[in-house]
């Protein structure tokens, strides 16, 4: 017997305690993570020497120093997505069957334990191994939590409360940058710390910043797992999609049984996912790698830089969420992908940080407007019973592409940084060809999704005069 219940009204999803501490869990997450974000390239050439002081402004790292260490940054970023490949679909089906709460909680308690560590690092092999130890933590928390927030929010608003996830998460890398690049100034200027302990101080502070979604997702957060929910008591504590019924776990539920155009479509969004996690697994390390080389190496600037993109991406999640709830999402989802992508290849030809501040600017608008209506499409296409599973799936492809990027990005960019191109009456630096190979494969991606995953309409549910749900695709 299948059980269905309303799913959130229009007024309450701004307010339901479930959806807010599911974001706020990844805005602390985020906030972590962004207060370390711009000083980590440095912390791993200052603990292998590469820095006698500490960096600050008109201080530009040299060029040969930089291309040195770029494949040792790409292998770090590598470690950490490729234990988070391997393990994102295990923890995705896990939580399908024995609950998601328990798995979220873990990983929280390991994201905090793990930033004391790298905080606690000597060298490159401590950095790597730490990394890749916060991939499998990651893997727990990540593709869990965006299935738990698909449980309780209906068909009719998951763009919107992917909107909404999105942004308030996104909040924490917006004011993470800009905190750790004051962190850094302070413990460099104030407390006057010496290399690397100068770059030591953010992750600790990190760490405390986990506290608070540990205790918020033990107190507030409900089980949603399909495998947990077999009696009406305990369904009629969640609010579910209504046209998703909920398909015991005992008996057979499989990808099998899914048609074969939803099977095409979901190993169209595979490959679209892995061509995607290449192109950003190339630019995450060499934009890096790109501003402390060409750019400045002030820490506070390029924190406000990233803060800065972060912000104006936020304001575009929610208005991006609801225009693909009415007017359909592959649109939104395809531009903004390209638009994103053309942004990472004029990033290189940028020579000022206010060039740089715009493109990027840019970039974080399109990608803030394209994710919302990419993750409503997958949460569309996926069965309940198995989204869990299949989101696991699906970044363990993203996170495979973003094992091989960076390796491959830091060895381009230890090459190509130190050559020019001459093009007519134009001297080109080398470095461009990382960011037009990382902008291409996205586009490639881009391509995938238009061509082969179709337009995945809001549904529209009305009641019958027997009161049986009609379900409308519109």
């Known amino acids: 017997m299948s059980i269905n219940e309303e799913p959130i009204k229009q007024e309450s999803l701004y307010r339901n305690p479930r959806v807010l501490v599911l974001a706020l869990d990844a805005m602390l997450i985020m906030l972590g993570f962004g207060i370390v974000a711009p000083s980590m390239a440095f912390y791993l050439i200052a603990l292998e020497g590469g820095?006698?002081?500490p960096p600050g402004p008109g201080y530009i790292v040299p060029a040969e120093v930089v291309a040195s260490f770029s494949l040792i940054l790409g292998v770090m970023m590598a470690g950490f997505m490729g234990t988070r490949t391997l393990l994102a679909r295990f923890w995705g089906g896990y939580s399908d069957r024995h609950g998601r709460k328990p798995i979220i909680?873990?990983?929280?308690?390991?994201?905090?334990?793990?930033?004391?560590?790298?905080?606690?690092?000597?060298?490159?092999?401590?950095m790597l191994l730490i990394r890749a130890l916060q991939g499998v933590v990651s893997a727990m928390v990540w593709p869990t939590a965006e299935a738990a927030l698909m449980d309780i929010v209906g068909p009719e608003r998951r763009g919107e409360g992917l909107g909404l996830y999105m942004m308030v998460s996104g909040l924490g890398f917006i004011l993470g940058p800009g905190v750790g690049g004051m962190l850094y100034n302070f413990c460099r200027d104030i407390l006057l710390l010496p290399v690397p302990e100068v770059f030591r101080v953010p992750y600790f502070v990190g760490a405390l910043i986990i506290i608070p979604a540990i205790i918020l997702t033990a107190v507030i957060?409900?089980?949603?797992?399909?495998?947990?929910?077999?009696?009406?008591?305990?369904?009629?504590?969640?609010?579910?999609?209504?046209?998703?019924?909920i398909t015991p776990m005992h008996q057979e539920s499989s990808e099998s049984e899914m048609t074969p155009k939803v099977r095409r479509m979901i190993h169209a969004i595979y490959l679209m996912s892995m061509f995607n996690g290449i192109a950003m697994g190339l630019g995450q390390p060499i934009f890096q790698l790109f501003l402390m080389s060409k750019i400045t190496t002030d820490i506070g600037l390029i924190g406000l830089v990233i803060s800065g993109a972060g912000a104006v991406g936020m304001l575009f999640s929610i208005p991006a969420g609801r225009y693909a709830d009415r007017k359909g999402r592959k649109g939104l989802a395809v531009w903004g992908a390209v638009g994103s992508r053309i942004s990472i290849g004029v990033l290189p030809l940028t020579t000022t940080l206010a060039q740089t501040s715009v493109v990027w600017v840019g970039q974080s608008a399109a990608m803030a407007s394209s994710q919302p209506a990419m993750r409503a499409i997958q949460a569309d296409v996926v069965p309940w019973n198995l989204r869990g599973k299949m989101f696991g799936t699906i970044q363990a492809f993203f996170n495979a592409g973003a094992t091989i990027g960076p390796i491959v990005g830091g060895a381009l960019f230890a090459y190509f940084s130190l050559v020019v191109f001459p093009v007519g009456p134009f001297i080109l630096d080398g470095l461009v060809v990382p960011f037009w190979i990382a902008s291409v494969l996205g586009l490639i991606g881009a391509f995938l999704l238009w061509k082969y995953v179709e337009e995945t309409h809001p549904v529209k549910i009305t009641k019958a005069d027997d009161d049986e749900p009609v379900i409308e695709a519109t």
């Open 221 to 245: 957060l409900k089980e949603t797992s399909p495998g947990k929910l077999e009696d009406i008591k305990e369904i009629e504590q969640v609010s579910l999609p209504e046209e998703e019924p």
């Open 105 to 126: 909680i873990i990983g929280l308690i390991g994201y905090f334990i793990l930033l004391i560590l790298f905080g606690l690092a000597q060298n490159w092999v401590d």
């Open 51 to 53: 820095l006698t002081q």
